[in-house]
């Protein structure tokens, strides 16, 4: 999934800087084991950054009543992103077609796709199969939608989420990852970088998680009551979970077993511990105390981060990226936010939005040989931060009026949230009939 500039051609054996990889075409090209291998277990890792990763994460985060809601919010829509996918998702993103917004349905329902069938990796007569490709797609597709339930969760009818993704992954999700990651596609065009996704997975969430929350209004309470996460230790799992399963997510999208993954897991590493300790020392400056939930927040925003330039900077790179994240994001949800008065439950904006925008811009940066860059001697931040900034104005526009009106017509369709009485009383029973806890 990498989108490197012409800029980058200095380092083409690393990091080919032409068409996607998926988009080449190549003579007598071989089905690579080695990358194969690799490339299942990274779809595997993503996977378990959605279930339980992702769902233990906003579950913890959730009030007790509404735990069981979260998972199955979670479960659903990533389960619904899936099917949606493969039977049209995959050709209108990377199947067919060279349109700057979106591709075609030549590949609806994997037509033409075989067992023998290969996609081509960014080694010249080099591929893994296409069904693994498809499959680690998948899993970008499926974890982006459900990363906006984290906006809205505890009071969004379970039904209004579901009919807002199907819709969403149509009119937002494929195009972006179109124009971001395909050939012909608009910002794919302009030269524009981002590794694993900062536009198409976390600015995309982020921005869609806030105009949901603004949709559906705040919960009941909020600001008036205290509503702190009942299971800080679910979230610490899910955290940890997240980190792991981020291996395959930004390794992953190398689509090789190469050096390249290597200092995309390091980068892994690293921007994310530099996350942890920067948003726990802002905490620290601001006069608060050094908190669990603060270091996953971090943690998060230093994933988020990295994300864009995961194989596109250096170690200290990404530590820096990972510090500016934290800092940033813990602005916007501590001091921030508190004065804006919206009810983004899990802060899917401040952490993954700014987070994302924040990586997004900083990759210009750790693109340059002082940072430890592949950029070469001529390579020029200032005209790539044009093109970054291009980018994420494009995602955070798409996004913005794509959400609004997927959440608009899912309201319409089915109430959007649910009543007041079961909203207090929690949507585990009134949504479910059932209660993640029974003692």
Known sequence: ???????????MTALIATTPAWAQETAEATIAKGDTAWMIVATVLVMAMIVPGLAL?????????????????????????????????YSLAFGGGTGPFIGDFSKAFLNGVTATSGADTFSEGVQIPEYIFIAFQMTFAAITAALV???????????????????????????????????????????????????????????SALVGCIILGPRIGYKKEAMPPHSLTLTLVGTGLLWVGWFGFNGGSQLEADGVASLA???????????????MLAEAAT??????????????????????????????????????????????????????GFDDTADVFGIHGLGGIVGSLGTAFTMMPGLGGPGDADYAAGAQLWIQTKGVLVAIGWAGV????????????????VDEQSEREGLDLAEHGERAYNI
């Open 1 to 11: 999934m990498r989108n490197f500039t012409k800029l980058t051609a200095v380092a």
């Open 57 to 89: 994460f906003y579950g913890g985060l959730a009030r007790t009543k509404n735990m069981a809601s979260v998972l199955t919010q979670v479960l659903g829509v990533a389960c619904l992103a899936m099917i949606v996918w493969v039977t049209f998702g």
């Open 149 to 207: 339930v984290g906006g809205v969760m505890e009071r969004a009818k379970f039904a209004t989420i579901m009919v807002f993704a199907l819709i969403w992954l149509v009119i937002v999700y494929f195009p972006i990852a179109h124009m971001v990651w395909a050939g012909g596609g608009l910002i794919y065009e302009w030269g524009a970088l981002d590794f694993a996704g900062g536009t198409v997975v976390h600015i995309n969430a982020g921005i």
């Open 265 to 279: 897991v390091l980068n892994t590493f690293v921007a994310t511990a530099s996350g942890v300790l920067f948003w």
């Open 287 to 340: 006069g608060r105390k050094g908190s669990l939930l603060g270091a996953c927040s971090g943690a998060i925003a230093g994933l988020v981060a990295v994300t864009p330039a995961a194989g596109n900077s250096g170690p200290f790179g990404a530590i820096l990226l990972g510090a500016a994240a934290a800092i940033v994001c813990f602005w916007f949800v501590a001091i921030v936010k508190p004065k804006l």
């Open 402 to 417: 794509g959400s609004a009106i997927a959440f608009t017509i899912a309201k319409l369709v089915t109430g959007g949230r």
